[in-house]
């Protein structure tokens, strides 16, 4: 963990002395929904980027995380892809038991 902190540049600032959750390597180690890392992999992503492997499990955590790095080195997709999982379990029938209009 710490030579791949090394060989990606990713410097973390602990806090309080909690322990920090490993990287995750793969999108299947990150425990994604199939149609999320499904998407992904169709999209040509091949690995979670350095930003998102570290940023992943922290917010699976529900810990706060600030990230400072290039442009196009995958933040946004590390801050929006748990957006888009969290909403989308809230918008399905199953996750919440609303009833929609139209509805039978």
């Known amino acids: 963990c710490e030579k ?3 060989r990606n540049a990713v410097l973390v600032l602990e806090d309080g002395g909690v322990k920090m ?3 995750v390597m793969t999108f299947h180690e990150a425990c994604l929904p199939a149609w ?3 998407t992904l992999v169709e999209q040509g992503y091949k690995e979670p980027t350095a930003v998102q492997a570290m940023a992943w499990p922290l917010i699976r955590v529900g ?3 600030v990230t400072v790095a290039e442009t196009g080195c995958g933040k946004t997709l ?4 748990p957006v ?3 909403a989308a379990a809230f918008w399905t029938d199953e996750a919440n038991g609303l009833d929609f209009v ?3």
Do not use: H, N, Q, V
């Not at 590390?78 to 892809?81: E, P």
């Open 84 to 86: 888009l999982i969290k």
């Open 63 to 65: 810990r706060d995380l």
């Open 21 to 23: 959750p490993k990287p």
């Open 36 to 38: 999320a890392e499904r």
């Open 78 to 81: 590390a801050y929006a892809l």
């Open 4 to 6: 791949w902190k090394t």
């Open 102 to 104: 139209g509805d039978s």
